[in-house]
Each structure stands twice: as structure tokens, then as C-alpha cells.
């Protein structure tokens, strides 16, 4: 993110030459254990980053899992693949499927205006301008936003961290900032009409908020009934209980100086709604059983929780000929610019970005991922039925040592499957 392509090679090679990885001859199995384990363990030798997890999984089975480092910074506790974190943006593909499960039972419409769910959506507007006096001038948008927009980020709405506007906005009116978990929070405007493009933002929280009034369920709950409980995502949830908070990591802030420091940086525990966009906190294991589902067409253990045409679809290009752009930082502290596989075209399907295009780590073109604000990152390949996560808790998002080690520990992967 922020770099050419071949810096990204550049850096995702550094860290495999770190790990004294080579390129694997025999035994696949055992060269993706130990070349993974030994690329995991150094980076958190070296401090570039204080614990991490990594899984991956095929249809059918864990190919691998590792934990290195620790929990928190100066603590004993170490990292393990049952270790909770703050899932963050990851959240929004298992809101994504709740939506998705209740359009494929005709409860939910993907191109209907989306304030017959929501009325509050009736309402938005689209900031023209401003004012010389500072305040926004706004108007009515030319069309209505859909379930559909909402879920490709092409409703017109925007994060205050990728937007000096929705900041400028937010000081005018007093509107609180997203992870406050008010409901005034939601109160923004959209930046242009809605379809016009991609601008990553808000929309899967308003999802979140219409699975609740289509299901007459708290979000939370009615993830827990549908999706986490079905698929066995026992350590999944908005709210942290005791034994989750026992295996709680940390959130950790990277300093000018490349040192990192715990914060305690925490969603709120009793918000007035629960952020579909970005409020989970989960584990590496959890979060692979729904990858695995995906993989295999919406199967899990506790049988069919989306239908194989509805993964389908929630899977293919749902934005027509708009493409995912950068995301450019407007708080240097929590992100910096960050775009995956800079020159791989990439568009959105129904709560997933699309690499339209094979990626430099060996992922397939068509493949879905995205990732959380602390460096969280998930991918699903359905081409080569083989998928993904990769758990640290870092900020500035697209870490300038984390994010590498993403792609190196994806690329390592598939070296060594061949």
C-alpha cells in the first residue's frame, strides 16, 4: 500500500530472506509449517511486530496455524491462535452475509431504495460545498441509496479517517466519529451521488442497522443465531466477555521512531448500536471457519448458512465498471495511504474486494479479501480453494512492517502449495 509494485515485491522478499525461507522442493506440508513459523517468529523478534497468527485453511482442513510473539508488550502472555483481537473491518463481510441471508429469503432487496428499511436513509443528503461561514450546504442526492450501494461502498459515504471533509463536516455539526458507536455517528453526509464510484465509508454499518429492522434482532443476536453459532464462531462478539477479554490482545501504535507501544484503544462495550462496519472482536480460528465456509459454497458445521448461489453472487463483480482507488490518509496516526497490489484492477462484490487480476503473492484472479484497521487481513481464493487470516494488532492501518509481512506470509503460502 503506497508503493509500486515492485516495492512490494521488494518488501514482501525482504521478509521471506529475513525468515530464511527458500523455495520449497518436497513435502509441501512441511515446508509451508516450517518456512511460515520461521518467517512469523523473526518478525516478531525483530520487533516488527509484537505478536501475530496466521492461518490457512483448505475446504476441507487447517493447512497451517502459528502464533509468535506476545499479547501486549511487556507482558509474559503469549500470542495463540485463540488469542482475541479487534477484528475491526472484518466485521463487515459477516454483515455482508447476514444481509445476504435475508435477500436470498426475499426479506431484504438489493436495488430497492434502502430507506423502506431504514428511513433515516430517506434523509441523507450530498455536501456541495460550503458556506462563508463555514457551514455545509447540502441537497438531495439524484437517486436513492440502495442495500446494493451500501454493501460496494458506492453509496456515497466516507470515513473521517479517509476524508478531511466528513471531518470538516463533523467539527460544524458536532457529529461524534465513527468508533464512538453513537448513533449520531451516523449522521454524515455522502460525498457524491450514490453509484457514481467507490469511496470506502459507512454504508456496512447502515447494513448492520437494517439487518436489525428487517430481523427485529440486535445485530449481535441475530449474527449469533444466523451465522457465528451455525459455523461455530464461539469467540466472535461486539460485547468481550470475561474469558474473551482473559485472551484479549492489545492494540499497539506504531511511533515516529518504528517502536511500538500498547494503547487501550477499545470499541465502546455498551454502544447505542453495534458497528456492523467494524465492531467485532474475534480469534484467527473463528474468523477461518467462515473463510472455509465460503469455500465450500456456504456449507458449515452446523450445515448450510448461505446457499451456493448466493456465495456466488455475494462473490462476483456487484459494482459494474467502477473499481476500487486508494485510500488516502487523513489521520496519519490511524492509516497511512493504503491500497492493496497497487496496479491489480480491483472491484467490490457484496461485501468483499475482488483482485481482478492474479496478485503478486500468487493469489487467483477472483479471489475476495479484505482486512481490519489494526492489521488485520483475510483472503479466500476460490479458484485454488484455499484461504487465509493473518491476526496483529498494529496501527497506523497498512503498516509500514505489518502489511509486508502480510503478503509475504500469502506469498510463502502458496510457494509452497506450488
Known sequence: MGTDRRTFLRSAGALIAAGGIAPPAHAWRNALQSHTD???????????????????????ETLYEGAFGTRVLGQAAPMAVDTVAWIASMTKSLTGAAAMQLVEQGR????????????????????AGWTEYGQPWLRAPKRPVTLRHLLTHTAGFSYELWSTEIQRFQKARDVPGIVTCRNAALTTPLLF???????????IDFVGKVVEQVSGQPLGDYL?????????????????????????????????????????????????????????YGTARDYLTFVRMMLNDGHGPGGQVLRPE????????????????????????????????????????????????????????????????ANTYFWIDRRKRIGGVFITQVLPFADARALPLYYAFEKTVYDALG
Open 108 to 127: 431484504l432487496d438489493l436495488d430497492v431504495p434502502a430507506s423502506r428499511y431504514v428511513p433515516e436513509l430517506g434523509r441523507v443528503q450530498v455536501l
Open 224 to 280: 449469533r443465531d444466523n451465522l457465528l453459532d451455525p459455523l461455530g464462531m464461539r469467540d466472535t462478539a461486539f460485547r468481550i466477555r470475561p474469558d474473551m477479554r482473559a485472551r484479549l490482545a492489545k492494540v499497539h501504535q506504531r511511533n515516529p521512531d518504528g517502536t511500538l507501544a500498547p494503547t487501550d484503544l477499545e470499541i465502546p462495550q455498551d454502544p447505542e448500536f453495534q458497528m456492523g462496519g467494524g465492531g467485532l
Open 38 to 60: 520461521a518467517l512469523l517468529r523473526t518478525a516478531t523478534e525483530t520487533g516488527d511486530v509484537p505478536g501475530v497468527v496466521g492461518m490457512v485453511t483448505s475446504r476441507t
Open 310 to 373: 448466493t456465495v456466488q453472487r455475494m462473490s462476483r463483480n456487484a459494482m459494474g465498471r467502477k473499481h476500487v482507488t486508494p485510500m488516502r490518509t487523513a489521520i496519519a496516526s490511524l492509516s497511512n495511504d493504503a491500497e492493496f497490489f497497487p496496479g491489480v484492477a480491483k472491484s467490490w462484490g457484496l461485501s468483499f474486494m475482488i483482485n481482478d487480476e492474479r496478485a503478486p503473492t500468487g493469489r487467483s484472479a477472483g479471489s475476495l479479501s479484505w482486512a481490519g484497521l
Open 193 to 203: 451521488d450514490p453509484g457514481e464510484r467507490w469511496e470506502y465509508g459507512i454504508g
